[in-house]
Each structure stands twice: as C-alpha cells, then as structure tokens.
C-alpha cells in the first residue's frame, strides 16, 4: 500500500471513530437543581420539579453546611419525598440525612417536592448547598 492509500485509509478510520463517538451521549440524569435552606421548620417544603423518567437516575437530595439551631448542633434531619398528584400527595418514603446525599430509586413521571419531616437537636434547619438530582 502506497503512502497516499495509508492516508486515505487513516482518515477513513479516524473519521468513523469520530462519527461513532459523536452518537454517544454520558449517563446524566434528566434534571437537577441547586438551593440552599435557611430556617426550616418541620413541614416546610421544597421547590416542586416533574420527573418524565426518561432515563434510570435515582431520585436525590444532598445537603452540605448544614446547621440547625440545638445545643448538640446538627446532628440528622429526615427528609420525605411527596408525588404531588390530584387529591392527598403520594407519600414515597423518608430519609435520614446525616449532611450527605439520600436516595429515593429511580421514580415514576411526575411532580415532586421533599419535605422536612423533622430534626434532631434544635427546631431549625439552615443548609448552605442543597442539590436535587432526578
């Protein structure tokens, strides 16, 4: 094979690779958003989002900075997940957040909302990042 069929050769399969890698998209999940708390009390809610489960990410909260007005400081807060659907909303599951990231499973399309169920050592909840990924 002469130089000028390598070169033709070459660029063929670089070209292919590149087209192939160019179909290819990352695992990311649907949606996110980001907020901080200040405050909270038990039964505050959060934002709502709609999931339309096009992909398998587990639905998540995570928190950092967390703060909260007890003696001890912050030591958990439990957090519930609500599917907002027409008459009383669809209760799916509490978590215990330690200042770290919870997960609910991959959930079905819908509007959602977490909210703050209770916590432990003091009465208010101040959180310096929240970020909620479905």
Request: aromatic fraction near 14%; charge should be positive.
């Amino acid at each position: 094979m002469n130089t000028k069929n390598r070169r033709l050769a070459r660029g063929l399969i670089v070209g292919a690779a590149l087209v192939g890698l160019a179909g290819t998209t990352p695992a990311y999940a649907e949606g996110s958003w980001s907020s901080y708390i200040s405050g909270w009390t038990s039964g505050k809610e959060s934002r709502r989002w709609t999931d339309n489960n096009t992909d398998s990410v587990s639905t998540s909260v995570g928190f950092s900075g967390c703060a909260s007005d007890g003696g001890g400081g912050f030591k958990h807060a439990q957090l519930k997940l609500w599917k907002d659907v027409f008459g009383p909303d669809d209760d799916q599951g509490t978590k215990t957040n330690y200042c770290n990231r919870v997960y609910w499973g991959d959930k079905s399309s819908g509007k959602y909302y977490f909210e703050l169920w209770g916590v432990v050592s003091g009465g208010y909840l101040s959180v310096k990042s929240v970020n909620t990924r479905y």
